[in-house]
């Protein structure tokens, strides 16, 4: 229903941010790290969330991402037996994507076992049922023993086509998205996004 939210942030708090938009305040439940990273920003009055809507017989709740990233790590966890949104959040407060993705392509259960609410047993279905999912349905690039992930840009977006100039450049797919990670949620022009990849991508 929601692709993602954008507008004035309201309100955050531990797992929770309010974005109004056009007067409206809608409540998302967030994970540790994409309230680290709202706080962190640089423009602490405006915030863009991608969005995950959960609707059940007693509840609906929207569910907010700073990145792409998040978002398909959280949609991944969920659709693990036995793992609702709010152990999945607990996972998301825990680890951020690229640990996630490197502690279940390494079998790490410890380190998915800390985040609260998850045991031994659930970290070690997660490892088990997400294993060959995560390097597939992730696109997951693995270099000098760091995993990165690189999510889906949406089709005719700007991010595609700035996707597009960088990889006419001479950039690969992944580096290109490093690139311009972030880079959506600040409502700059196409031409400022390829601007502000390439300084990235040239410090890196």
Do not use: W
């Not at 915030?47 to 792409?68: P, Q």
Request: aromatic share 6%; charged share 25%.
């Amino acid at each position: 229903m929601f692709y993602y939210i954008k507008g004035e942030l309201t309100l955050i708090e531990p797992n929770m941010a309010v974005i109004d938009v056009g007067g409206v305040g809608y409540k998302l439940t967030i994970s540790g790290s994409t309230q680290g990273k709202l706080s962190a920003q640089k423009d602490k009055k405006q915030a863009l969330l991608y969005t995950y809507l959960a609707v059940k017989e007693d509840a609906i709740e929207l569910y907010g991402f700073y990145t792409t990233e998040e978002l398909a790590v959280f949609k991944m966890l969920i659709g693990v037996s036995g793992i609702g949104a709010k152990s999945a959040i607990s996972v998301l407060t825990q680890l951020s994507p690229e640990k996630f993705a490197l502690a279940v392509a390494s079998d790490d259960v410890k380190a998915i076992s800390k985040a609260p609410g998850v045991g031994a047993k659930t970290a070690a279905r997660i490892v088990l049922e997400l294993k060959d999912k995560v390097s597939k349905e992730l696109n997951v690039s693995e270099s000098a023993g760091a995993v990165e992930i690189v999510a889906d840009i949406p089709v005719g977006s700007d991010l595609e086509e700035a996707q597009k100039a960088l990889m006419v450049l001479g950039y690969t797919k992944s580096e290109a998205s490093f690139g311009l990670r972030g880079l959506e949620s600040q409502g700059i022009s196409l031409e400022d996004m390829i601007r502000e990849a390439l300084k990235k991508l040239m410090k890196s």
